[in-house]
């Protein structure tokens, strides 16, 4: 048994998989230092990050594959899924052993597994970008808590920055305790929580709130229960594409939470 | 912005929700310097109403007077309704700041016809051109073209919009004019032709000269009801295929008939909006337009109507086991995509992983194939298991339906045996 002990990061768990491969040594697991419990009978490797390692292994991996399929393991990377370093481990290994182009034999269990990963992983970041609520403070910036149940806010960065170039913005991950800020110049990530933003819902308390964010959010939540027909009513269809972990953000739901019954 | 805008959006939100387009794809517009904006080519849905439709754009009516009485519309002239009419400015600080917010991906405006129509056109417009032009805003934008609109106007708006539609609504013309005696198909359709020349001649100049504004750059869409006349499917997806390729429009939509104005007695009655009808129309769309299917082997006169019960795909199926089992180890992608259960995502990730070996129904299953529908049309590297052309089409169909039911548990009474009785 050899367990793999890597810092978290994705630089960390890429030094590790090029140990693994350069030594070797067959891991049974690969583990973050967060999620690790002493195990009696392994062997244990604690593998710091190393850029230079990381780079070698990411470039020979590029140069066997597409950027895109890059793209599809950093994807899978951030799902944090149990084991879902082993995938990466068994993918990147059949990438580098195999003569020809594997991304696209989905007849192979990894491939088809990182696949799948990868796609769930942008289905969540498309949720961001849907169901995501700016509340307008009053120091005249839009911030936004969401809790995704990836780690996707990265993904959004690039989106929100060319849809709004001209205010300021902030997302923030409660789960993950992270966000990004956008200054009108540049993207920052902040770690630190606002006070005056509740964790839980998401919600900036009122007296931080620009005196017309109220407004617009009534204007909201009276446009969408006007452009409802009560005929054509589908409750399945509508849990199934709205489910409710995100109505905690969306101010036309937020009054109706006990209302409805799935 | 007054809190009495409330109640002026609330009214135009109520008038316009029968608009079924809500689409907010197709286009690339980019945030140019540092504007507000930026369209996202395959479209983003920001939120669902309880009735399952998506909320991307936010639909409203500039106004819901209007001089015209079409008999299936809910702003009719003859209705006693609260009209409101809204400024141009509201409209867009409305958008603007929904915009921002993140609560929606742009603006679908339509307008009831007021005073003439180009005049209702105009303010349509203007509240485009104060979008781009005075808030330097690239979302969406979606306008609802008024028929009778003299050129230069429809060309403006082609500008300024990222999308022009103009709804027929009756799928013909007979009934058209009994239910809309001001309305003619020639009125609907010389627009649609006058957007498609500019797209096209649009797309000529952009290809000649790069920084030519694009006109339309979605393209063109209509509506047609479903269920306020006696139209067959076959008649409605003649029109629509005819539409596609004669006007290329980007969609058809669908829309179920809700009887809004119940007292007038040249509509039908109905108990409830046909939406199952509704769906296999667009699943017969779809059809069309991404399987490469041709009208007439879906619909014709032996089968007028869709098959309500099972989807169109299907249907087909059912009425052609000729053709089937099909390899899919050695099959083409045009007649993998035929097998029910198989959509297109499927079908290319066959087509791509055979050449590394012969795939077998848990490949098939963990690529994403319906094998519940699909194993009985189907050969693979697995041992013989009855097909269609053993099992007879009206038993599969049968095989089928019972499959897709929601199967209850159905709950069996325990109880303490007895040792000495007798049962």
Redesign the interface.
């Known amino acids: 048994m050899n367990i793999l002990i890597y810092d978290n990061t994705f630089e960390g768990l890429l030094t590790a998989i090029h140990d693994a491969l350069d030594l070797n040594i067959k891991p049974s697991k690969i583990l973050a230092n967060k999620s690790f419990q002493d195990d009696l009978f392994a062997t244990k490797y604690e593998i710091d990050a190393d850029l230079d390692k990381f780079e070698s292994l990411w470039n020979s991996v590029k140069k066997k594959t597409n950027e895109q399929n890059c793209q599809r393991i950093f994807k899978a990377f951030l799902s944090e899924s149990i084991d879902i370093e082993l995938l990466i481990y068994d993918y990147i290994k059949l990438i580098l052993e195999t003569d020809y182009n594997v991304e696209t034999n989905f007849g192979d269990d990894s491939v088809i597994k990182i696949n799948n990963i990868q796609k769930k992983v942008g289905r969540e970041t498309q949720r961001v970008l849907m169901f995501v609520r700016f509340q307008k403070t009053i120091d005249d910036i839009y911030y936004a808590s969401f809790d995704p149940k990836y780690n996707v806010i990265p993904l959004t960065v690039n989106h929100f920055r060319n849809r709004f170039a001209d205010q300021k913005w902030v997302i923030f991950d409660t789960r993950r305790k992270y966000g990004y800020y956008y200054d009108l110049d540049s993207v920052q990530q902040i770690t630190i929580g606002n006070k005056k933003v509740s964790m839980n819902s998401g919600k900036v308390n009122s007296e931080s709130l620009h005196v017309s964010e109220k407004l617009f959010q009534k204007l909201w939540k009276g446009y969408y229960d006007a452009i409802n027909i009560s005929e054509r009513k589908n409750i399945k269809v509508h849990m199934q594409f709205l489910p409710k972990r995100f109505w905690k953000f969306l101010p036309e739901k937020d009054f109706k939470n006990s209302l409805i019954k799935a | 912005?007054k809190?009495e805008?409330?109640d002026k959006?609330?009214?135009s939100?109520?008038a316009?929700?029968?608009d079924v387009s809500c689409a907010s794809s197709g286009s690339n517009r980019?945030?140019k310097?540092?504007?507000?904006?930026?369209a996202?080519p395959w479209g983003?849905?920001?939120?669902?109403?309880?009735?399952?439709?998506?909320?991307s754009l936010?639909?409203l009516m500039l106004t819901n007077y209007c001089i015209y009485d079409c008999a299936y519309c809910a702003n009719r002239k003859s209705n006693d309704i609260q009209r409101t009419t809204f400024s141009v400015k509201e409209v867009v600080d409305?958008t603007i700041?929904?915009y921002?917010?993140?609560?929606i991906e742009g603006l679908f405006l339509s307008s009831g016809v007021i005073n003439n129509p180009d005049y209702t056109m105009e303010r349509m417009v203007r509240v485009a051109k104060d979008l781009r032009e005075i808030h330097?805003y690239n979302g969406y934008i979606h306008l609802k073209s008024i028929p009778g609109a003299s050129d230069d106007l429809q060309q403006k708006a082609g500008l300024y919009a990222d999308r022009l539609s103009v709804n027929i609504e009756i799928a013909s013309e007979p009934n058209l004019k009994m239910l809309a005696p001001e309305k003619n198909f020639s009125s609907i359709l010389n627009p649609m032709d006058t957007i498609k020349s500019k797209i096209i001649e649009n797309k000529e100049e952009r290809r000649k000269f790069k920084h030519a504004r694009s006109f339309s750059p979605s393209g063109q869409s209509t509506q047609l009801i479903v269920g306020a006349t006696p139209d067959t499917d076959q008649n409605i997806l003649t029109l629509a295929d005819s539409l596609y390729r004669n006007k290329h429009l980007k969609r058809v939509y669908y829309s179920?008939f809700?009887p809004v104005n119940s007292y007038d007695k040249r509509l039908p009655v109905l108990s409830?909006?046909p939406?199952k009808r509704e769906n296999r129309l667009y699943q017969t769309d779809w059809l069309f337009r991404f399987y490469n299917y041709r009208i007439d082997e879906i619909v014709n006169d032996d089968h007028p109507n869709l098959d309500l019960e099972i989807d169109p795909k299907l249907s087909y199926a059912l009425r052609n086991p000729w053709m089937f089992p099909i390899d899919i180890n050695k099959a083409n992608y045009e007649t993998i995509l035929r097998v029910p259960g198989i959509g297109v995502l499927s079908a290319k990730?066959?087509v791509?992983?055979?050449?590394?070996?012969r795939?077998g129904l848990i490949?098939l299953k963990?690529?994403g194939v319906v094998l519940k529908r699909a194993k009985y049309f189907i050969t693979c590297n697995e041992l013989k298991s009855p097909t269609i052309n053993e099992l007879l089409p009206q038993n599969v169909r049968q095989l089928i339906l019972n499959d897709n039911k929601p199967k209850r548990i159905t709950k069996v009474k325990h109880t303490q045996l007895s040792l000495f009785s007798t049962t």
Do not use: Q, W
Request: hydrophobic share 35%; glycine share 10%.
């Open positions: 912005m809190s805008t409330i959006l609330k009214i939100a109520k316009a929700k029968y980019a945030n310097g540092k504007g507000i904006g930026n996202s983003i849905c920001h939120s669902f109403t309880e009735d399952g439709r998506c909320v936010m639909k409305l700041e929904f921002r917010r993140n609560y330097n179920g809700i409830e909006p939406l990730k066959i791509l992983a055979r050449r590394y070996g795939l490949n963990k690529i």
